[in-house]
Every structure is written in structure tokens, then in C-alpha cells.
């Protein structure tokens, strides 16, 4: 069965701090990872896109890897700010005829002062 | 910069009635996509657009579901009869394409059943 599955649910850090989320998958056949910004309320913002054959992205402070092999991805976020304080979403795109796409629940990151 | 535009914000409707969300994607995208987000849950895939035409849809997607784009800049869902469980936040995205461009969401209706 095609999941995605997130750790940690939940997580609290201090600003300035950095930390690492975490993706796995069982999607099969694979095409790209992305994750996404989900601020509390509002619609989720893409953060990097990675296919099959990409390592690392990174986007600022964001930096993403992929392991295909091991069907692992994480976000590490640098020096975080408050404004980080929101949910992070993995999503596995997958081809069957067309292009589907399976979203994982979720990290809920809030960064205190 | 262009962004996703979605109406209303919030729509409250009676179980039964029919309601339609409605949505302006970017105008140079060639793809439309709905997904919802029940409260506290994770977001789900609906439905993808392309050419005038279903492309994808998920077993969510029932008959009681159905995408329009009436107008060449309007995409819009509609729910024929709606039911409690149809409670939660719907969010319109385009692309440029498929596969790995980057989808652009709109900030959502929150749709309440009641």
C-alpha cells in the first residue's frame, strides 16, 4: 500500500536552533518528494520538489534530502525563526497512468523565543 | 507575483444543499487540482484537471463531486448534496504542468456542513 509517513508528529525548539524532520515512504513506482509549509489556516507552500535521482535540495534555511534506496527523506531547517513555526508536509508523487500524490500527516514544528 | 485565489473563505451550508467553491488558478497554468483537509487531519488528493478533462481522481471524488472550468480563468467544485463528513478546508492548486513542477495553492475554503 502506497503511505507516507512523518516523524515527529510534533516538535518544539528554541529560535536559533536548527532540526531535522522525517519522511518515509513505501510509494512505488516513485517520481518526486516535495515538502511543503503549511502554515496554520492556509494553503500549503512547496518547499523543494526532489526526483529519483536528486540528493539534496535546498531552498534558504531549508535543506532536503533523499535517499530512493531507502525510501527516506528529511528537512533540515537552519537557524530557525519564529515565522518557521508552522506544519511541514512530505508528498510522494507516484505513476500509475497518470501522476498521483500521497500527502503524509504532517510535523507540527513551533520555534519559541 | 500571481497567486491561486479561492471564494468565499468560508461557506456555511445546510446537509443536503448543493454547493459550489470556487477558484482563479495562475493564468499561464495548464493544470487544476482540488484537495481537502478535514480538521486536524491530512490534506487529501480529490481531483486533477487538465485539457477540459478529469485527468485523476481518488475514490473520494464520488458522483456527488463534479469540476467545471466554466469560463477559461474559473475552476470550480462542485457538491451536489452535501453531508456532514464533507466539513473541512478545500484547496485549489495549478501547475504549469505535471510531474515535477511546482503546484501553487490557494488559501482554501472552509466548508461547514450543518
Same mark, same amino acid.
Not at chain 1, 533523499?66 to 533540515?76: E, G, I, M, N
Not at chain 2, 482563479?24 to 487529501?44: A, C, D, M, T
Given at each position: 500500500?502506497?503511505?507516507?509517513e512523518q516523524s515527529p508528529?510534533?516538535?518544539?525548539?528554541?529560535?536559533?536552533?536548527?532540526?531535522?524532520?522525517?519522511?518515509?515512504?513505501?510509494?512505488?513506482?516513485?517520481?518526486?518528494?516535495?515538502?511543503?509549509?503549511?502554515?496554520?489556516?492556509?494553503?500549503?507552500?512547496?518547499?523543494?520538489?526532489?526526483?529519483?535521482?536528486?540528493?539534496?535540495?535546498?531552498?534558504?534555511?531549508?535543506?532536503?534530502?533523499?535517499?530512493?534506496?531507502?525510501?527516506?527523506?528529511?528537512?533540515?531547517?537552519?537557524?530557525?525563526?519564529?515565522?518557521?513555526?508552522?506544519?511541514?508536509?512530505?508528498?510522494?508523487?507516484?505513476?500509475?497512468?497518470?501522476?498521483?500524490?500521497?500527502?503524509?500527516?504532517?510535523?507540527?514544528?513551533?520555534?519559541?523565543? | 507575483?500571481?497567486?491561486?485565489?479561492?471564494?468565499?473563505?468560508?461557506?456555511?451550508?445546510?446537509?443536503?444543499?448543493?454547493?459550489?467553491?470556487?477558484?482563479?488558478?495562475?493564468?499561464?497554468?495548464?493544470?487544476?487540482?482540488?484537495?481537502?483537509?478535514?480538521?486536524?487531519?491530512?490534506?487529501?488528493?480529490?481531483?486533477? *484537471?487538465?485539457?477540459?478533462?478529469? $485527468?485523476? +481522481?481518488? #475514490?473520494?471524488?464520488?458522483?456527488? =463531486?463534479?469540476?467545471?472550468?466554466?469560463?477559461?480563468?474559473? *475552476?470550480?467544485?462542485?457538491?451536489? $448534496?452535501? +453531508?456532514? #463528513?464533507?466539513s473541512a478546508m478545500y =484547496?485549489?492548486?495549478?501547475?504549469?504542468?505535471?510531474?515535477?513542477?511546482?503546484?501553487?495553492?490557494?488559501?482554501?475554503?472552509?466548508?461547514?456542513?450543518?
Amino acid at each position: 500500500k502506497n503511505q507516507v509517513e512523518q516523524s515527529p508528529q510534533s516538535l518544539i525548539i528554541l529560535e536559533g536552533k536548527n532540526c531535522t524532520l522525517q519522511c518515509n515512504y513505501t510509494v512505488s513506482p516513485f517520481s518526486n518528494l516535495r515538502w511543503y509549509k503549511q502554515d496554520t489556516g492556509r494553503g500549503p507552500v512547496s518547499l523543494t520538489i526532489m526526483t529519483f535521482s536528486e540528493n539534496t535540495k535546498s531552498n534558504g534555511r531549508y535543506t532536503a534530502t533523499l535517499d530512493a534506496d531507502t525510501k527516506q527523506s528529511s528537512l533540515h531547517i537552519t537557524a530557525s525563526q519564529l515565522s518557521d513555526s508552522a506544519s511541514y508536509i512530505c508528498v510522494v508523487s507516484f505513476i500509475s497512468g497518470t501522476y498521483k500524490y500521497i500527502f503524509g500527516t504532517g510535523t507540527r514544528l513551533k520555534v519559541l523565543a | 507575483e500571481p497567486e491561486v485565489t479561492q471564494t468565499p473563505s468560508h461557506q456555511v451550508t445546510q446537509m443536503g444543499q448543493e454547493v459550489i467553491l470556487r477558484c482563479v488558478p495562475i493564468s499561464n497554468h495548464l493544470y487544476f487540482y482540488w484537495y481537502r483537509q478535514i480538521l486536524g487531519q491530512k490534506v487529501e488528493f480529490l481531483v486533477s *484537471f487538465y485539457n477540459n478533462e478529469i $485527468s485523476e +481522481k481518488s #475514490e473520494i471524488f464520488d458522483d456527488q =463531486f463534479s469540476v467545471e472550468r466554466p469560463d477559461g480563468s474559473n *475552476f470550480t467544485l462542485k457538491i451536489r $448534496s452535501t +453531508k456532514l #463528513e464533507d466539513s473541512a478546508m478545500y =484547496f485549489c492548486a495549478s501547475s504549469v504542468a505535471d510531474s515535477t513542477y511546482e503546484q501553487y495553492f490557494g488559501p482554501g475554503t472552509r466548508l461547514t456542513v450543518t
